[in-house]
Nanobody
Framework: QVQLVESGGGLVQPGGSLRLSCVAS?????????VAWYRQATGKQRDLVAS???????NYTNSVKGRFTISTDNAKNTVYLQMNSLKPEDTAAYYC??????????????WGRGTQVTVSS
């Protein structure tokens, strides 16, 4: 069974940094998958934060451009989200997602259970 496990969340002051990690189970490889980080604040919908395609193309939501960086380490089967200059509005549970189109309307889609990020003084 595929597992994605996020870590690296915590409490940080405004202006601080955190690096989130998403590690895949040993039976799974990110190769061929687009991987993304989503976040969900309390009482709000889950939104895309950043994504990276299997070809390395990255995309960021406007509010994190220039502050967050998504990257992958295929040797470690890990995806990272480096978050700098954190703001209170970045407070949310952050989720890792891996997705790949298989055929027709069928997609392979996996989620982690999330890691909490709280930005507060």
């Amino acid at each position: 069974q595929v597992q994605l496990v996020e870590s690296g969340g915590g409490l940080v002051q405004p202006g601080g940094s955190l690096r989130l990690s998403c590690v895949a189970s040993t039976s799974f490889s990110f190769s061929g998958y687009s991987v993304a980080w989503y976040r969900q604040a309390t009482g709000k919908q889950r939104d895309l934060v950043a994504s990276i395609t299997s070809g390395g193309t990255t995309n960021y939501t406007n509010s994190v451009k220039g502050r967050f960086t998504i990257s992958t380490d295929n040797a470690k089967n890990t995806v990272y989200l480096q978050m700098n200059s954190l703001k209170p509005e970045d407070t949310a549970a952050y989720y890792c997602n891996a997705r790949r189109h298989l055929f027709g309307s069928v997609w392979s889609d996996f989620w982690g259970r999330g890691t909490q990020v709280t930005v507060s003084s």
